[in-house]
């Protein structure tokens, strides 16, 4: 009998004419303009905005999916057990709260530039009676103010993409790691594949931005997250990246066609 493996299988190794496929779509990719990196104001004033109704409209328009996607990538630290976890753009602390309910850790900084968010997670964490586990800071991603090697495990949880300075995020998340700490990044991607990356762009820029309008009331914060996908690297140039930042080995892991791609990586 034929075996087919899961979707969400860790990917497998490509053959020689996979390989060239990729080397030349990403001489494509590096041959053109970069994405204007996001205006860090901006993005404060978007997602202040649609805190309110943020978590929601994840859920209704991942239909869901987005919560397996997340336990995923929480369960994926459990055999490391991180007793001090740094969970940067923390929002309205969403991953915070399912990592302290499924890691059992003995504190959990939530981080984010916007306070409008945390304002949401700091009412979720009270309502899950975790607020003597689970604490909020407004702080930035990139100049973290926290001292080296201060953190058992750091995640951070469909916020990457949105760093106005991505590798300088990565070389600070390695440098707030033990030695040996481990870093668990999971964001949204563009499929890259055919028919799904079709599919996707017409579902991205048609239906994502008309029921974010509809629920959220904001023009811009559903047009910019199909934006800030595409402009967020696949996992074939982030992993160079991540060990460019400090990291001495990086897996990664791809979710339902390619939608939402997790990194491990080991300081």
Same mark, same amino acid.
């Given at each position: ?61 991942? *239909? ?6 997340? /336990? ?72 973290? @103010? ?28 390695? /440098? ?16 890259? /594949?055919?028919?799904?990356?079709? *599919? ?11 029921? !974010? ?11 910019? *997250? ?14 160079? /990246? ?5 990291? @001495? ?8 066609? !390619?939608?939402?791609?997790?990194? *491990?990586?080991?300081?």
């Amino acid at each position: 009998m034929i075996h087919y493996p899961e979707q969400d299988s860790i990917e497998p190794t490509p053959s020689k004419k996979q390989k060239k496929a990729e080397a030349k779509r990403t001489a494509q990719v590096a041959a053109q303009p970069a994405s204007p990196a996001p205006d860090p104001e901006k993005v404060v004033a978007m997602f202040n905005s649609i805190a309110p109704t943020y978590d929601s409209l994840n859920h209704s328009l991942s *239909l869901g999916i987005d919560r397996r996607w997340r /336990r995923k990538a929480i369960d994926a630290l459990k055999p490391f057990a991180p007793q001090t976890i740094l969970d940067i753009a923390t929002g309205t602390g969403d991953f915070a709260i399912l990592a302290a309910q499924r890691l059992d850790p003995d504190r959990i900084i939530g981080v984010d530039i916007s306070e409008g968010m945390m304002a949401v997670g700091s009412e979720k964490v009270k309502t899950a009676g975790l607020d003597n586990v689970i604490y909020f800071m407004k702080d930035d991603s990139t100049d973290l @103010s926290f001292d080296d090697e201060t953190f058992d495990a750091v995640t951070v949880a469909y916020g990457a993409r949105n760093f106005h300075n991505l590798d300088a995020g990565l070389r600070e998340m390695c /440098r707030v790691l033990i030695p040996s700490g481990h870093l668990m990044l999971v964001e949204l991607t563009t499929p890259p /594949r055919f028919p799904m990356k079709q *599919l996707f762009h017409i579902y991205s820029h048609t239906v994502m931005p008309f029921i !974010g309008r509809l629920i959220s009331h904001n023009d811009s914060a559903y047009t910019y *997250l199909p934006q800030s996908m595409s402009a967020f690297p696949q996992a074939e140039e982030l992993k160079p /990246r991540l060990l460019k930042a400090g990291f @001495s080995d990086v897996q990664f892991q791809r979710f339902t066609f !390619g939608l939402s791609t997790m990194y *491990l990586a080991t300081k």
